[in-house]
C-alpha cells in the first residue's frame, strides 16, 4: 500500500472532507500560506481558497467561539490550535461552551467540530510549547478526544471525527508528523471509540496513546528478543473508550503496563487502571497496574533533561521486563 | 430617525406588548423565587426593557441573537413561546430546553435565539462565528449579540470584534451598559466616557444611544442591521440603562444607594414609552392597561402550564450529552 507520513495523512483527510463536504472548513492561526506551524495544511488554501482556509489573527479563545458559532448554523470547521498548550487561551469557549450546548439547550443544537492541536514534548520547545493535556478534556462531558498514533489511525479517525456531531479533541503529536505508514486513497472512517491491538502478546498488555504506542512497539521488539511478548493497545479515541478491547486483552495476559507522555498525576491511565480494577479483568490480574508517565515537572529546556522527562523506549523495556518477570 | 417614524401604530403596541410581558414575566419570577418554587439564581432586566425590545424589533424573525444571563427580555422579544419559556424556568420537561439549561441558558432556536450564557462575554465569539457562517452560505441574515458592560472588559469582546470587523461580518454588537458589573460601577471600569468609544479601535462604527428610550434603540439598531445586512460589517451599540434589581438573588445592594434606584425608576422605560404613545392620541389610556392587563394574564397562563407540566424523568438524566 501507499504510504504517506502522518502529517500528510491528516491533510488528505481533510483535502477530501472539503471536497466532499463544503460545510467543511479549516480557521485558524497560520493556517493559510503558512501551512501551519507543522506545514500539515500546506497547499489547502491554494486549492480551497481563503474563505475556506482562514487565517485568523492570534486570538484563540475568538477561535473557538467562531467554530461554536459556525457549527450552530450549520457549518463543520476544523479548528487548529498551534500548540496544546495555547488551548488553555481558548478553554473557556470550548469547556463552557461548544461542550455544553447540546445538553444545556435540551439537545436542540449540535456543535460539529474537531479542534486539531499538536502536543507533546521532543522538540526543545521547553515547557510552554510542550505539554499533553488530553486528559483535561476527557474530563469534560460533551467532548470527545482523540489521540492517533499512526498514519492510517490518523486519517480514518479525522474524517471520523469531522463527521461526528459533537466537538472533537484532536491530538497530533509533534514527533509523530514525520512518522511513514502505509495509507489508503480512497476516505475511510475509523469508528471513534475502537480500540486498536497494534502487536498481540501473551505476556503482558501495554496500553499506550499516541507517540507511545510507537514506542512501545518498538519496546515490543525487544523484549521479544529476550521471550516476552508483550500485546500492544491503542485506545485512539480517550473518550468514548472502548474498554472491551483493553479488558479482553488483561483477561488474557494478566499484566498490564500504561504508557503515556502526559504527566503522570491525574494523567489518563490513572483512568485506565481504575476501569480495569473496575472490571471483571480484576480477577485475572496477576500484578499491580503499573503506570509509566511523564514526569510530574514541566518539560524542561536542556535536551538530557527533556528526553528523561518522559517515557522512551529503554524505559518501557525496563518497566515491561520487571512487570513480565513478576518484580513489581 | 426617519425609519422610526415608519414603525405602523400596530408595531408601536407590539412594543410596549413585549415591554409588558417581560417585565410580567420577571416580577412573577421573583415572585416564585421568593416562594420557593425555582431553585438557583436569576438575573433580572426590570428596568432595561427597552434594550431589549428596540433592538430586536429591529431584526427579522429568521435573524438570530446571543443572549447574556440577564436574558429574560432577550428571549422574550426574540418571540419565545412564555409557556415553555416559563416551564425550562421551572426546570419542567416542557421547558425550552427540557429544563436542562434553566433561567441562564434558555435557547430558542426556532426562534433564532442561540442561548442566553452563564459566562460574561461567552456569547460574543459564538456570535463571529454565526456571522461568519452566515456570510459563508452566503445568507442574508444577522446576528445581534447582546452582552453588558462588564463583558466589555473581557478578552472576548477584544478577540471578537476585531474579527468580525476584519472579516466584516452580518453582526450587531449591544452592549446594555447597565452601569455595574455585579458591583462594580463603570466609573471605576472604565477611563472612557463611552463604551461605544471602543468601536472606533476595531474599524467599525460606534453609537452611544439612551437604553430606556425604546424608539432611540430602535432607531440605533435599525441602522446597524440594515448597514451588516447590506454587507457593511458589524456595529457596536451602547445601550445606557439601568437594573433595577440586584445582580442575581445574592446581591445586598452595598454598591449603590437607594435614592440612585430611585432616580432610575422615574426613567422607566415602560412608563415612558406608554405616555408617550397616550400623548400622540396613538393609545388611550385604557388600552395601555388592556395591554399591560393581557401581559400579565399570559405569565399567569404560563405559570399555570409550567406547574401542570411533568419533572423530567430521572432516567431520562444522561440523555443529551452528545449529539
Known amino acids: ?328 | 430617525m426617519a425609519n422610526v417614524s415608519r414603525l405602523s401604530l400596530g408595531q408601536k403596541r407590539e412594543l410596549l406588548r413585549q415591554m409588558y410581558l417581560i417585565r410580567a414575566f420577571e416580577e412573577k419570577a421573583e415572585e416564585l423565587y421568593a416562594m420557593g418554587k425555582v431553585h438557583g439564581t436569576m438575573h433580572l432586566s426590570i428596568g432595561m426593557e427597552a434594550s431589549a425590545v428596540g433592538a430586536i424589533a429591529a431584526l427579522r424573525p429568521d435573524d438570530f441573537i446571543l443572549s447574556t444571563h440577564r436574558g429574560h427580555g432577550h428571549c422574550i422579544a426574540k418571540g419565545a413561546d412564555l409557556n415553555q419559556m416559563m416551564a425550562e424556568f421551572m426546570g419542567k420537561e416542557t421547558g425550552t430546553c427540557r429544563g436542562r439549561g434553566g433561567s441562564m441558558h434558555i435557547a430558542d432556536p426556532e426562534k433564532g435565539n442561540l442561548g442566553a450564557n452563564g459566562v460574561v462575554a461567552g456569547g460574543i465569539p459564538i456570535a463571529v462565528g454565526v456571522g461568519l457562517a452566515l456570510k459563508m452560505q452566503r445568507r442574508d441574515q444577522v446576528v445581534m449579540c447582546f452582552f453588558g458592560d462588564g463583558a466589555a472588559n473581557t478578552g472576548a469582546f477584544h478577540e471578537s470584534l476585531n474579527m468580525a470587523a476584519i472579516w466584516s461580518l452580518p453582526v450587531v454588537f449591544v452592549c446594555e451598559n447597565n452601569q455595574y458589573a455585579m458591583s462594580f460601577p463603570v466609573q471605576k471600569a472604565f477611563r472612557i466616557a463611552r463604551i461605544s468609544d471602543r468601536a472606533a479601535a476595531y474599524g467599525m462604527p460606534g453609537v452611544t444611544v439612551d437604553g430606556n428610550d425604546i424608539l432611540a434603540v430602535y432607531a440605533a439598531a435599525k441602522e446597524a442591521v440594515d448597514r451588516a445586512r447590506a454587507g457593511g460589517g458589524p456595529t457596536l451599540i451602547e445601550n445606557v440603562t439601568y437594573r433595577w434589581r440586584g445582580h442575581s438573588k445574592s446581591d445586598a445592594g452595598r454598591y449603590r444607594t437607594r435614592e440612585e434606584v430611585e432616580e432610575w425608576k422615574r426613567k422607566c422605560p415602560i412608563q415612558r414609552f406608554r405616555q408617550r404613545l397616550i400623548e400622540e392620541g396613538a393609545l388611550s389610556p385604557e388600552e395601555a392597561d388592556r395591554i399591560r392587563d393581557e401581559a400579565y394574564a399570559a405569565v399567569e397562563a404560563a405559570v399555570a402550564f409550567a406547574e401542570a407540566s411533568p419533572e423530567p424523568a430521572l432516567e431520562s438524566i444522561e440523555e443529551g450529552v452528545y449529539a
Not at chain 1, 115 to 122: M, N, Y
Not at chain 1, 216 to 223: H, K, W
Not at chain 1, 257 to 264: D, S
Request: hydrophobic share 45%; with cysteine; aromatic share 6%.
Open chain 1, 1 to 328: 500500500m501507499r504510504e504517506l507520513s502522518y502529517a500528510e495523512a491528516i491533510r488528505e483527510a481533510l483535502r477530501q472532507e472539503m471536497q466532499r463536504d463544503e460545510r467543511v472548513f479549516i480557521i485558524g492561526e497560520d493556517v493559510g500560506v503558512y501551512g501551519g506551524a507543522f506545514g500539515v495544511t500546506l497547499g489547502l488554501v491554494e486549492e480551497f481558497g481563503e474563505e475556506r482556509v482562514i487565517d485568523t489573527p492570534i486570538s484563540e479563545l475568538g477561535v473557538v467561539g467562531a467554530m461554536t458559532g459556525a457549527a450552530l448554523v450549520g457549518m463543520r470547521p476544523v479548528g487548529e490550535i498551534m500548540f496544546m498548550d495555547f488551548i488553555t487561551l481558548a478553554s473557556e469557549q470550548l469547556v463552557n461552551q461548544a461542550a455544553k450546548i447540546h445538553f444545556m439547550f435540551g439537545g436542540k443544537e449540535k456543535v460539529p467540530f474537531v479542534l486539531r492541536t499538536p502536543a507533546g514534548s521532543g522538540t526543545g520547545a521547553a515547557a510552554q510549547h510542550s505539554q499533553s493535556l488530553e486528559n483535561w478534556f476527557v474530563h469534560i462531558p460533551g467532548l470527545k478526544v482523540v489521540m492517533p498514533s499512526t498514519p492510517y489511525d490518523a486519517k480514518g479517525l479525522l474524517i471520523a471525527s469531522i463527521r461526528d456531531d459533537n466537538p472533537v479533541v484532536f491530538v497530533e503529536h509533534k514527533l509523530l508528523y514525520k512518522v511513514r505508514g502505509p495509507v489508503p486513497e480512497e476516505p475511510y472512517t475509523i469508528p471513534l471509540g475502537t480500540a486498536d491491538v497494534k502487536r498481540e502478546g501473551r505476556d503482558l498488555t501495554v496500553i499506550a496513546t499516541s507517540i507511545m504506542v510507537q514506542r512501545a512497539l518498538q519496546a515490543a521488539t525487544l523484549l521479544a528478543e529476550e521471550g516476552i511478548e508483550a500485546e500492544v493497545i491503542d485506545p485512539r479515541t480517550l473518550k468514548p473508550l472502548d474498554k472491551e478491547t483493553i479488558i479482553r486483552s488483561v483477561i488474557k495476559t494478566g499484566r498490564v503496563l500504561i504508557v503515556h507522555e502526559a504527566c503522570k498525576t491525574g494523567g489518563f491511565g490513572g483512568e485506565l487502571a481504575a476501569v480495569i480494577v473496575e472490571s471483571e479483568a480484576f480477577d485475572y490480574l496477576d500484578a499491580p497496574v503499573i503506570r509509566l508517565a511523564g514526569r510530574d515537572i514541566p518539560i524542561p529546556y536542556n535536551r538530557t533533561l527533556e528526553y528523561h522527562t518522559v517515557p522512551q523506549v529503554e524505559d518501557i523495556v525496563e518497566a515491561a521486563r520487571r512487570l513480565a518477570q513478576g518484580r513489581v
